[in-house]
């Protein structure tokens, strides 16, 4: 027998019509999601990483469950490029559920600040795009994404190598001492070693020193390096050679010319 043309129409504006009720329906249920973000923390990996660490709690208190939710952060710098890129996954989250989750991502500051020393001497921004995916009622994605910027403090802020102190030793060597100082910024301890080399005009190596070096974050660095030189092998002119070797990241040398 066959079906009128009439009930086909019917039952296909029922059709579209639950359909785009429901759509509505779970779509105007979004607004019920509920996300809190706590405090981001800090720390270093095993492997001399830094690792961020941002605490969420999402609630669905909406009508619908929600299948695939993905919170992905990608961190840029001032070029464009990825830093750091991390992604945490929620297979389903039920009317009424709520879950706690630590959103991580971790990144190489050795190679950020190698790629530019701006880092290494500047507070700056970085830009951060957050991106949120899921599938509302568990058929009907969903992808939102917003910009923001983040703060990233210089660990070697307002660097400073004072002039040359020298004072004789004895007839034979001389000590050069310079006072280093800086300002750190960061969010992550500075420890390691800070060495200067001497060389005279001729290029050879004449004296070298070294002292330990700790600030802690948001803390000022104030010391003196110092080096011995033979009498002999100094020359009119030459120049001085810093480093600085941390858990974390190096620098130099640094060329400070003399004479």
């Given at each position: 027998m066959d079906?009128?043309?009439?009930?086909?129409?019917?039952?296909?504006?029922?059709?579209?019509?639950?359909?785009?009720?429901?759509?509505?329906?779970?779509?105007?249920?979004?607004?019920?999601?509920?996300?809190?973000?706590?405090?981001?923390?800090?720390?270093?990996?095993?492997?001399?990483k830094i690792i961020f660490s941002l605490p969420v709690e999402i609630a669905n208190n909406g009508y619908y469950n929600i299948g695939l939710f993905n919170l992905t952060t990608r961190v840029l710098d001032e070029n464009g490029s990825t830093i750091t890129e991390g992604s945490t996954l929620i297979q389903s989250l039920r009317i009424g559920e709520k879950q706690s989750i630590l959103h991580n991502m971790t990144f190489d500051a050795n190679r950020l600040l190698m790629q530019t020393q701006e880092y290494l001497f500047n507070d700056t921004q970085l830009n951060t795009i957050e991106s949120v995916s899921m599938k509302l009622?568990?058929?009907?994605?969903?992808?939102?994404?917003?910009?923001?910027?983040?703060?990233?403090?210089?660990?070697?802020?307002?660097?400073?190598?004072?002039?040359?102190q020298y004072s004789v030793l004895n007839y034979t060597h001389m000590q050069i001492a310079f006072r280093l100082s800086f300002d750190n910024h960061a969010f992550f301890d500075v420890a390691g070693e800070a060495q200067i080399r001497m060389y005279n005009s001729t290029g050879q190596p004449i004296g070298s020193g070294q002292t330990e070096v700790k600030a802690s974050q948001q803390s000022q660095y104030k010391n003196y390096i110092a080096l011995q030189a033979a009498v002999s092998s100094i020359t009119q002119t030459g120049r001085f050679e810093i480093e600085f070797q941390t858990s974390l990241f190096s620098l130099g040398p640094l060329v400070i010319p003399y004479g």
């Open positions: 079906i009128p043309i009439k009930m086909i129409d019917l039952a296909t504006a029922i059709c579209w019509a639950f359909l785009i009720m429901f759509f509505v329906s779970a779509v105007y249920s979004i607004k019920d999601l509920k996300l809190d973000f706590g405090n981001l923390q800090t720390g270093i990996t095993p492997d001399g009622g568990e058929v009907i994605p969903v992808h939102a994404s917003y910009n923001l910027s983040i703060p990233w403090g210089a660990p070697l802020h307002d660097f400073k190598l004072g002039e040359p």
